[in-house]
């Protein structure tokens, strides 16, 4: 089975710049994340897809992030304008429905971004 | 707030030794508790869980240990071998009492270095 693919690996801009993370879920996934981690710091949940439909989106910042999940499958993710505290490894992960906790979701390998 | 805490940013352990990782929470509601392990340059893999009714629960080399009255886990490694050498998160599971999904919490991991 194919893993989460996540693109780009790497991405740099400046401060004030947009950029957008892409990712494609294991096939039949349909709950989709997307985490955050900054240097030194646990993964934190910044938004959760079933579906199409957005579940949790308490910890997204929305003033300068946004989130689709387009006919329920891939995602994007987009940070205007992008702010130095905003450089952090951006991971993707995705579960099947009714997932009850005991197994993990399973993590793309991050997209990581530095602004400067 | 900090849910899950790992107090110890690093570890250094003698390789055919036993390695301890430990890990806080404060959330009684959790109902699984999780093991993470991260290469560098990749995405966190899923390793080992507990369930919040049991105390104890094996995996080859791997055991995790919870004491829910001291609100507390540890992740056994024994023996210990230069492979294990990665960032180790805990995590823990609870469905969120308004949107009803279940989501994972991290601490802020451990460096786990295996010395040969």
């Known amino acids: 089975e194919a893993g989460v693919a996540q693109s780009p690996r790497y991405k740099i801009i400046e401060k004030r710049q947009s950029v957008a993370f892409w990712c494609n879920p294991i096939s039949g996934h349909a709950t989709l994340y997307w985490y955050q981690q900054i240097l030194g710091q646990g993964p934190k949940l910044l938004i959760q897809f079933q579906n199409n439909g957005v579940v949790d989106d308490s910890q997204l910042p929305k003033d300068r992030f946004s989130a689709e999940r387009l006919k329920g499958v891939d995602s994007t993710l987009k940070i205007q304008p992008a702010k130095l505290e905003d450089s952090a490894v951006y991971l993707c992960?995705?579960?099947?429905?009714?997932?009850?906790?005991?197994?993990?979701?399973?993590f793309g390998s991050g997209t990581r971004l530095t602004v400067v | 707030d900090q849910q899950v805490k790992q107090n110890s940013p690093s570890l250094s352990v003698q390789e055919g030794r036993i390695s301890i990782l430990n890990c806080d929470y404060t959330n009684s509601m959790f109902d699984y508790f999780l093991w993470y392990k991260k290469y560098p340059a990749e995405g966190p893999t899923f390793l080992i869980s507990?369930?919040?009714?049991?105390d104890k629960n094996e995996d080859g080399r791997f055991t995790v240990f919870l004491n829910k009255s001291a609100k507390h886990l540890s992740l056994h490694i024994v023996p210990s071998q230069p492979g294990d050498s990665a960032v180790y998160f805990c995590?823990?599971?609870?469905?969120?009492?308004?949107?009803?999904?279940?989501?994972?919490?991290f601490g802020q991991g451990t460096r786990l270095t295996i010395n040969p």
């Open positions: 992960a995705s579960s099947l429905v009714g997932y009850q906790g005991s197994d993990g979701y399973t």
């Open positions: 995590a823990a599971s609870a469905a969120d009492p308004i949107q009803g999904a279940q989501k994972l919490v």
């Open positions: 507990i369930s919040s009714i049991k």
